[in-house]
């Protein structure tokens, strides 16, 4: 059976080695990115099964990320998780500004969870997204 891959893109070395060691460690194959940019680029190459991003990175961050993904009709189908220091509320609202700005609606990610992050609640939210 073939590994699912999951791209997971965040700015700090530490968390990218955190996700890393998580990610392959449970059984899934892990490409990292840098940005958003960086990272919309790997989507493309891999199709990966599911994404993991934070929500603020230098140049371009997770919601434009979010929504390049989701407006790209090969990649909406991912599931997204947002990752942030910035709590759920304050990601809403922020999300809901950003809609309001665009004069459309951006989906939600599919999950989202604080940093630090908890490695079992992101296991579990990942075996929940996935088939």
């Known amino acids: 059976m073939e590994k699912q891959t999951i ?5 700090e070395l530490d968390m990218r080695i955190f996700l890393s060691t998580v990610l ?14 960086e990272g919309l680029e790997r989507a493309r190459e ?3 099964d599911l994404v993991i991003m934070d929500v603020m990175m230098p140049q ?6 979010l929504h390049e993904l989701k407006g790209d009709k090969h990649l909406r189908h991912i599931p ?11 990601f809403a609202h922020h999300l809901k500004m ?5 004069g459309k609606a951006l989906p939600p990610p599919d999950a989202y969870l604080e940093k ?11 075996r929940q997204l996935l088939p």
Do not use: C, H, Q, W
């Open 7 to 11: 791209l997971f893109v965040d700015d």
């Open 24 to 37: 392959k460690s449970a059984g899934y194959a892990a490409v990292s990115a840098r940005n958003a940019l």
């Open 46 to 48: 891999r199709a990966p």
């Open 60 to 65: 371009a961050g997770g919601v434009t990320m």
């Open 80 to 90: 997204i998780i947002m990752l942030s220091g910035v709590n759920p509320k304050a």
């Open 98 to 102: 950003v809609n309001v700005r665009a």
């Open 116 to 126: 630090p992050l908890d490695p079992e609640m992101l296991l579990r939210t990942i």
